[in-house]
DNA sequence: CAGAGCACCTGTGGGC
DNA sequence: TGCCCACAGGTGCTCT
């Protein structure tokens, strides 16, 4: 799930509870859960600890303790994390997908919940490893570090196809399948076509779309498919929003061809191959597989701009 | 270096 | 109806 909108929600949602609290325990851990450590490490290092600080850094949430320690989580695919006395309503709610729970000062339980199990939580026991950590990460696309002049420059020096080298979060930090896909589209970019290939007028409407659907998104709570939550069960609302992703076999908003689906690193990509030229020397590689965007209309549905 | 394939997990939905 | 398989917002590894 949860792309640089939906962790920037969590963590703003998360951010009054936790700041001020001291960590007491850390209980009903799924101890695989545990990157590089154990529950016992965790639990050693920083109970008794007060929390200064919920941080983002690409798609991690980072809880700062008073001693620089830091306790980041990972919400993969379908973690979720709440207050629990916020949720205790919320339906689809099952004790067996919790991964850890973290009791904090004053009766607070924060639930780290998780349907596929693929959520980490990492312990980092000071600022240099923090700084180790964070330096993995290509710079963050809202701040001032993602310049145009470092846009054209770093695309200039890869040969990678635009997708792939975007969702890389060693290269651009924050970015997922939803983001990309609305990014390129917004900017008229094929997802096949070869990063250095871009040109400049190009890579400025490619760092303006991302940045403008990364900042609607977080406005709007973020975008919920199947489950993305926050705070009591609240889903996101900018899956209204939503320009190319998930709308294949749909006209485009654009122009009016028929948005299709196609696999690119092996993700799902919606593309409108009329807006998004395909690259002259692109590999027509896609298997679409079952999905098969066919979806049975006579092809060539009349265009009809919005 | 770049890309494919797979592994990690569980749930859901489409096709047959 | 029910089974089987592909697929899902992410990442990290191996192999070519």
New binding site residues.
């Given amino acids: 799930?949860?792309?640089l909108p939906?962790v920037e929600t969590v963590r703003r949602s998360l951010e009054t509870y936790v700041v001020g609290r001291r960590l007491r325990q850390v209980v009903g851990v799924w101890p695989?859960a545990i990157e590089g450590g154990s529950p016992e490490a965790i639990q050693a290092r920083l109970s008794g600890r007060r929390i200064v600080g919920l941080e983002r850094r690409?798609?991690?949430l980072s809880l700062v303790f008073d001693d620089d320690a830091r306790l980041l989580v990972?919400?993969?695919?379908?973690g979720k994390l709440y207050p629990e006395s916020s949720r205790r309503r919320a339906p689809?709610e099952?004790s067996?997908?919790i991964s850890a729970r973290l009791e904090l000062s004053g009766g607070l339980r924060i639930v780290f919940e998780d349907?596929?199990?693929?959520g980490r939580l990492t312990l980092l026991n000071d600022g240099a490893a923090y700084r180790r950590f964070s330096d993995?990460f290509g710079p963050e696309p809202l701040e001032a570090g993602f310049s145009l002049d470092w846009l054209r420059h770093n695309l200039q020096?890869?040969?990678?196809?635009i997708k792939?080298?975007l969702?890389d979060?060693?290269f651009l930090a924050?970015?997922?399948?939803?983001?990309v896909d609305e990014a390129l589209w917004l900017s008229g970019i094929h997802p096949l076509e070869?990063?250095h290939q871009i040109d400049d007028e190009r890579v400025g409407r490619l760092r303006r779309a991302i940045r403008q659907v990364l900042r609607r998104s977080i406005k709007a709570n973020?975008?919920?498919?199947?489950?993305?939550r926050f705070l009591g069960g609240q889903s996101?609302g900018y899956t209204d929003q939503l320009l190319v992703?998930?709308r294949d076999g749909q006209p485009c908003l654009r122009c009016g061809q028929m948005v299709t689906?196609m696999?690119?690193?092996?993700?799902?990509t919606h593309v409108c191959e009329s807006c998004q030229p395909r690259p002259s020397g692109a590999?027509s590689?896609q298997?679409?597989?079952?999905?098969?965007k066919t979806s049975s209309e006579s092809s060539d549905s009349p265009p009809r701009p919005l």
């Avoid at 298997?287 to 098969?292: N, P, V, Y």
């Fill in positions: 799930m949860p792309e939906e695989r690409a798609k991690f990972h919400l993969r695919m379908t689809e099952r067996s997908h349907q596929r199990r693929f993995r020096v890869h040969r990678r196809m792939p080298l969702l979060q060693s924050g970015l997922g399948n939803i983001y070869s990063a973020g975008t919920t498919f199947m489950n993305f996101g992703f998930r689906k696999r690119v690193a092996q993700r799902g590999p590689t298997r679409g597989r079952r999905r098969a």
